[in-house]
């Protein structure tokens, strides 16, 4: 059994940073990539940074320069530094990976963590 667990997040200021780190647990045998989107009320969950084991990472365009995504392949983790944050990125955040794993170690697998909220409040 592999599972996302996150950790991270909480009340902010404007104009302050948090981290959130996520951490595949269990058989894992190898990532092709973890990510982090976000949901806030009413509205779709959304892709914010992507973490490939394989090339660059990638941003969507409202956060670039202001977070940064990393990844600990040695320990299976992704962390989301976010900084400069704003109201907007008020949210709940999702950490999300694709790997494979399991029992015998080949199963594909598409994991969601629990989420986190993040608020962005003076």
């Known amino acids: 059994q592999v599972q996302l667990v996150e950790s991270g997040g909480g009340l902010v200021q404007p104009g302050g940073s948090l981290r959130l780190s996520c951490a595949a647990a269990g058989s894992v045998t190898k990532i092709e990539y973890m990510a982090w989107y976000r949901q806030a009320p009413g509205n779709h969950r959304d892709l914010v940074a992507t973490a490939y084991t394989d090339g660059s990472p990638e941003y969507v365009e409202s956060v670039k320069g202001r977070f940064t995504i990393s990844r600990d392949n040695t320990k299976n983790t992704v962390t989301l530094e976010m900084n400069s944050l704003k109201p907007e990125d008020t949210a709940v955040y999702y950490c999300?990976?694709?790997?494979?794993?399991?029992?015998?170690?080949?199963?594909?697998?598409?994991?969601w963590g629990q989420g986190t909220p993040v608020t962005v409040s003076s």
């Open positions: 999300h990976a694709a790997l494979f794993g399991g029992i015998d170690g080949v199963q594909y697998l598409e994991l």
